[in-house]
């Protein structure tokens, strides 16, 4: 008897989807998940008076603040040079409103923001708000990892005739749920180090912008968003190459044509 048995991965030779068809079936996933949520936002936010809203959208149009109200909290940035509204609608219905005031300067080639968002109501009035674009976020990724554990596909990737399997075990149905949730969030590893600053320093001094955004703070966000811009222009090669990215090959998964 032998028991000497061979493994083959039938992965190896298999066609790699290319970058256009992985970023269209993103983008058509998006959509799906997202229309639900902009048409709740739109109602939420006419129910609530403004108080309950999603601050991205498929429709955004900002333009300069007229007045900026007093007493806002936190403060915004001193000297502060420029304020402007942004409101996001879902076919002429608003789902939310912003008003952003912050301060620009230019030292040499070096061009510095800071800046301090507010939520609107929807009589243009700073509130305190609750918005919902976490639990969007939450639900998308929910989403993605569901349905490559159940069915090996997104909605997105069955219109552009992709796949993603286990290379381990490539003629079943779905992904481990395990590795499913590996590979989603292996991807965001370049977006991890300037998170992590966000969040030490949001921690460490509130909310109030200047406080945030010092000369200090932007030195090290400068490292981290290289390390996230490196990141992802290896992720796009290596998918371009028809190759397993990074997030793939810690997984172990691949994403094949069909």
Known sequence: ???????????????RAGFWRRWLATLIDAIIVTLPFQILASILFA??????????????????????????????PHDSNFARVCHTSFFGATTGATLTVGRT?????????VSQTYMLDKDGGPINGTSIDGIVGLAFLAYL??????????????????????????????????????????????AVPAFAI???????????????????????????????????????????????????RLAGTAVLRD
């Not at 030292?107 to 923001?113: A, F, K, N, Q």
């Not at 490539?170 to 590996?182: D, F, Q, T």
């Open 1 to 15: 008897m032998d028991t000497g048995a061979v493994h083959i991965d039938a992965t190896v030779d298999s066609p």
């Open 47 to 76: 129910l609530t008076a403004g108080t309950v809203q999603m601050e991205s959208g498929f429709f955004s149009a900002c333009a300069p603040a007229g007045t900026i109200p007093q007493a806002l909290d936190p403060p915004p």
């Open 105 to 113: 300067t230019k030292e040499g080639v070096t061009t510095t923001t």
């Open 145 to 190: 990892v569901v349905m490559v554990w159940r069915t090996g596909r997104s909605l997105g990737a069955r219109v552009t005739k992709v796949r993603i399997v286990d290379t381990e075990n490539p003629g079943a149905s779905g992904v481990p749920l395990r590795k499913a949730i590996i590979r989603y969030l292996a991807m965001a590893i370049g």
């Open 198 to 248: 966000l969040i030490y320093r949001y921690a460490i001094y509130g909310g109030s912008a200047d406080a945030v955004f010092t000369a200090d703070f932007f030195q090290w966000f400068i490292y981290a968003a290289a390390f996230g811009a490196l990141w992802v222009i290896v992720l796009i090669l290596q998918i371009a190459m028809k190759k397993d990215p990074v997030y793939d």
